[in-house]
């Protein structure tokens, strides 16, 4: 006599079988140098930068303010959106001063060795530099040592993207 496992059984296998295939199948590709993940388990790619939101508004306003459709800037791969035309104007003459570190993807995730996707409401500027972070939680670790945890991203990033 053959026994199958319950329904419920059978069904977080196949979504295990499922997740494990999604990322073996990313895996094989390198990783764009800009986040432009969507939210959630299951978003997968976009060609937003930060969800949307305006870089310059981080450094100007000093909290995250979702960009406009009207005012776009096409920058290593990925499509950047700004509240205003000056964001934008601001940001075209230098934008590595604006970027976030590490392309977007959450800091403390590039730190240990994941990109992964962020919160816009989680951020910290350090000396100048914008980084993001997952959520609320990996932002309180993150805050525990950012100086530490920049040293470590920094050493990690670039081999990140070529996995």
């Given at each position: 006599?053959?026994?199958?496992?319950?329904?419920s059984?059978?069904?977080?296998?196949?979504?295990?079988?499922?997740?494990?295939?999604?990322?073996?199948?990313?895996?094989?590709?390198a990783?764009?140098?800009?986040?432009?993940?969507?939210?959630?388990v299951?978003?997968?790619?976009?060609?937003?930068?930060?969800?949307?939101?305006?870089p310059?508004?981080?450094?100007?306003?000093g909290?995250?303010?979702?960009?406009?459709?009207?005012?776009?800037?096409?920058?290593?791969?990925?499509?950047?959106?700004?509240?205003?035309?000056?964001?934008?104007?601001l940001?075209?003459?230098?934008?590595g001063?604006?970027?976030?570190?590490?392309?977007?993807?959450?800091?403390?995730?590039v730190?240990?060795?994941?990109?992964?996707?962020?919160e816009?409401?989680?951020?910290?500027?350090?000396?100048?530099?914008?980084?993001?972070?997952?959520?609320?939680?990996?932002?309180?670790?993150?805050?525990k040592?950012?100086a530490?945890?920049?040293?470590?991203?920094?050493?990690?990033?670039?081999?990140?993207?070529?996995?």
């Open positions: 006599m053959t026994r199958s496992a319950p329904p059984q059978t069904r977080r296998s196949v979504l295990a079988i499922g997740i494990a295939a999604l990322f073996a199948g990313t895996a094989a590709s990783a764009p140098p800009v986040n432009t993940l969507k939210g959630g299951f978003g997968g790619r976009a060609n937003v930068a930060i969800l949307g939101y305006d310059v508004a981080y450094f100007t306003d909290r995250p303010v979702k960009g406009e459709p009207a005012f776009v800037f096409e920058w290593m791969g990925a499509k950047w959106q700004f509240a205003s035309q000056s964001h934008l104007d940001f075209k003459a230098e934008p001063k604006y970027a976030p570190q590490y392309g977007g993807y959450c800091a403390y995730g730190s240990q060795d994941n990109l992964v996707g962020i816009p409401d989680k951020f910290t500027i350090l000396d100048g530099k914008l980084y993001l972070n997952y959520d609320a939680d990996v932002q309180a670790t993150w805050l040592d950012p530490g945890y920049v040293k470590q991203a920094d050493a990690k990033f670039k081999a990140l993207l070529a996995k």
